[in-house]
Each structure stands twice: as structure tokens, then as C-alpha cells.
């Protein structure tokens, strides 16, 4: 499978398609869809999986922000109380007096 702007996939994607996306298993795939963090729909006679696309594209971008936020987080948490606001109250100080 080349890029996701392969239009030769079409608009849904089998979860053998998510799953290399996403150099996954497709257990794991399902894991996700079941689970409902991935939203997929069921098609066809036998109710095989179906990922939309550009579901698939904005769950990829949901986990980017996912993983800036962490960092942030884990930054925050090393960080002193007085040194992530001490640089905001110095100016607030100096503007109002």
C-alpha cells in the first residue's frame, strides 16, 4: 500500500489496510474498533470492518495531539511552579505599576 492519497483503495478501508497503515496487527485493529477508539462500520453480508478513510486520517492526527499534550505534560511536570508563572506575574508587576 502506497500513501493514503492512493486512490485506488477507495473511501473504506479493510482492517488489513488500517492495520498496515499503521504498521499494526489487524488483532490489534480490531482491538481498537471494538473498543470504539477507532470508529469503523460493518458492511456486507458477513459484517466484514470498514474504516472510512478520512475517519482513519483524523484518528492519526488525534493521536499526534495525543502524544504533544503528553509531552507537554511530562514537561510541565519537571518544571518549578515558581518557573512556568514566575515570568507572567514579573510583567504583570511592572504593567501595572
Same mark, same amino acid.
Given at each position: $500500500?502506497? @500513501? ?21 496487527s489487524?488483532t490489534e +485493529?480490531?482491538? *481498537?474498533? !471494538? ?9 456486507? #453480508?458477513?459484517? @466484514?470492518?470498514?474504516?472510512? !478513510? ?15 499534550? $503528553?509531552a ?8 518549578? +511552579?515558581?518557573? *512556568?508563572?514566575?515570568? !507572567?506575574? #514579573?510583567? !504583570? ?5
Amino acid at each position: $500500500m502506497t @500513501q493514503s492519497s492512493d486512490s485506488g483503495l477507495g473511501r473504506f478501508l479493510s482492517l488489513g489496510d488500517v492495520a498496515e497503515v499503521l504498521s499494526l496487527s489487524a488483532t490489534e +485493529v480490531l482491538a *481498537l474498533v !471494538r473498543s470504539g477508539e477507532l470508529p469503523a462500520i460493518r458492511l456486507g #453480508s458477513l459484517g @466484514q470492518w470498514r474504516v472510512e !478513510r478520512e475517519v482513519l486520517e483524523s484518528f492519526i492526527a488525534d493521536k499526534y495531539e495525543e502524544s504533544r499534550r $503528553m509531552a507537554l505534560w511530562h514537561e510541565a511536570q519537571y518544571a518549578d +511552579v515558581a518557573e *512556568l508563572f514566575g515570568e !507572567r506575574r #514579573s510583567q !504583570r508587576r511592572t504593567s501595572s505599576s
